[in-house]
């Protein structure tokens, strides 16, 4: 069976390239009814913080990869943090010792360092030189005796070729020369890395290695490592990067690059697995033929069509415009609720609503017609229906737009029969219809002439949602009790009189 794993370091926040990576590995092992994985790799005592882990595992579940085996559901190939894991590699690593693949170093930082050094004035690239390599036995006893605390390093073997296939990239081939001796365990009795990752992978029946390129240098090392210790090595694929629109690394100058900040800022995680999968892989159509790609599919479909062969090897950009696209389609297929309940902490955020109570959330439903389709993050949905819950008219009359507004002709007669016309709530379109009739008739304004004027007094913009959705939306948030846990919204009628009076005052 096919057995998958995302393995982070909780030490931050979970990057899209990295979130990309998850879903990668998601994606196979769902296609071919696979293990899913998540394992915390956590050695990095100074940096990992269980904060960090608690939000990696709440973006990941909330982007829906759910995991088969888990540091939080356990599973029969755990403990699934590293941390809980240091006895294994501590084995481990004595078995290697024991069967001649490692060797206790006793090197100081200060003689690494000076090695190092000593490499790059002569142009070669930095490799640790070998110097405790071939301690005698009783040397390396004495140093043990007298307290002194070693790292155990890698016997890579001298002058030889290491090649794995990259199930991306194809055939890729190392020389030891350029490996060194690879730190295993720390002086500390922390596993490195490349040691740790091969023990959990390998105890972990892990079958394929699907990762960033970055860790194309540390596969060789791991393959040596595979063979030694006697274990079946899996099949890897490496990752390009995910680039900026400016094809740079994806990093802060480029805005959001957490999953977190996607997250905060209204964006659907429908929307972002979709747009994620896409950078470095197009799906392929049912017919396996290179026809028109189709971009908008779920999590099963992209699961269902993903293969590794046609994951590209070039870095992929990602595509700010293209996320906003798809989530301004997402939000309309959702259901109204949905949308309501999830954007309801921005409306709270703004002070439109003062609990998330039934009513409120109703109320945010009722007024969705007026901001979905017309924005991209759900973020942006109270300042579209922000003139329902913040009217001045005062200050209405002193923006520039509005103001423009006042001096067409007629503007005046429309805006001063409006006030004289709403005897009632105005709760549907058909009631705010009949009220423009009156004020039609009143003024013998039609058209622009005559619902610019009508926009300005009743919402204070000039421009906005159609007015036989937004008014009656007004007047409807006027008739909520004040329990409701909605801010005071103003009726029709009271502010049709507001702006009357407030240019009546202003022209005098």
């Not at 189709?294 to 070039?314: D, M």
């Not at 939000?331 to 709270?348: D, G």
């Not at 009217?391 to 009359?397: G, H, V």
């Not at 007094?457 to 000039?462: F, H, M, Q, R, V």
Request: charged share 25%; aromatic share 8%; net charge negative.
């Amino acid at each position: 069976m096919m057995r998958v794993r995302f393995a982070p370091s909780p030490t931050g926040q979970l990057h899209v390239g990295n979130a990309r990576t998850a879903l990668f590995n998601w994606l196979l092992s769902h296609g071919h009814e696979g293990i899913f994985i998540l394992r915390i790799e956590d050695t990095d005592a100074e940096r990992s913080t269980k904060e960090s882990e608690a939000s990696i595992l709440e973006d990941v579940r909330w982007l829906g990869l759910e995991w088969d085996e888990g540091p939080d559901i356990g599973g029969a190939h755990g403990p699934y943090r590293q941390s809980e894991r240091l006895h294994l590699y501590t084995s481990y690593a004595n078995e290697l010792v024991g069967g001649g693949h490692a060797y206790y170093c006793f090197c100081s930082p200060q003689k690494l360092e000076s090695d190092r050094k000593s490499d790059l004035a002569a142009g070669r690239p930095p490799r640790y030189h070998g110097t405790c390599r071939a301690l005698p036995p009783e040397e390396v006893h004495r140093k043990l005796e007298a307290g002194e605390k070693p790292v155990i390093r890698f016997k890579v073997p001298e002058r030889v070729d290491v090649t794995f296939q990259d199930l991306v990239r194809g055939d890729v081939t190392f020389n030891t020369e350029v490996i060194g001796d690879p730190i295993l365990v720390r002086s500390d009795g922390r596993p490195a890395y490349n040691f740790a990752v091969v023990v959990d992978d390998a105890l972990m029946e892990i079958t394929h290695v699907i990762r960033g390129e970055d860790h194309i240098s540390n596969t060789p090392r791991q393959v040596l490592l595979y063979r030694a210790l006697g274990f079946t090595t899996p099949k890897f694929a490496h990752l390009a990067l995910v680039m900026g629109p400016d094809h740079t690394p994806l990093s802060k100058r480029h805005g959001a690059t957490s999953v977190s900040e996607f997250r905060e800022r209204g964006y659907l995680p429908e929307a972002l697995t979709n747009c994620l999968a896409l950078i470095g892989w197009s799906p392929r159509t049912d017919a396996g033929s290179a026809g028109t790609t189709e971009e908008l599919l779920p999590l099963a479909e992209l699961a269902r069509r993903f293969a590794l062969e046609n994951v590209g090897h070039s870095a992929g950009v990602f595509d700010p415009e293209k996320l906003a696209w798809m989530n301004r389609h997402y939000m309309k297929a959702s259901a109204p609720s949905r949308i309501a309940a999830e954007s309801s902490r921005y409306f709270q955020a703004r002070g439109f609503i003062r609990r998330k109570s039934d009513a409120a959330l109703a109320y945010i439903e009722s007024i969705l017609a007026m901001a979905v389709g017309s924005v991209d993050r759900l973020e942006e949905i109270p300042d579209r229906v922000a003139f329902l819950f913040a009217y001045d008219a005062r200050a209405a009359i002193a923006r520039p737009d509005v103001v423009e507004v006042l001096h067409e002709s007629g503007a005046r007669d429309v805006i001063a029969a409006l006030a004289d016309v709403i005897a009632t709530p105005l709760l549907d379109r058909d009631a705010f219809r009949a009220v423009a009739s009156k004020v039609k008739e009143k003024t013998g304004m039609k058209g622009r002439a005559l619902f610019h004027p009508i926009r300005v007094a009743l919402t204070g913009e000039s421009g906005g949602p159609e007015l036989d959705l937004a008014v009656p939306a007004m007047d409807r948030g006027a008739a909520l009790p004040p329990d409701s846990g909605v801010a005071k919204i103003m009726s029709a009628a009271e502010r049709a009189r507001a702006f009357a009076g407030a240019v009546a005052t202003h022209d005098s």
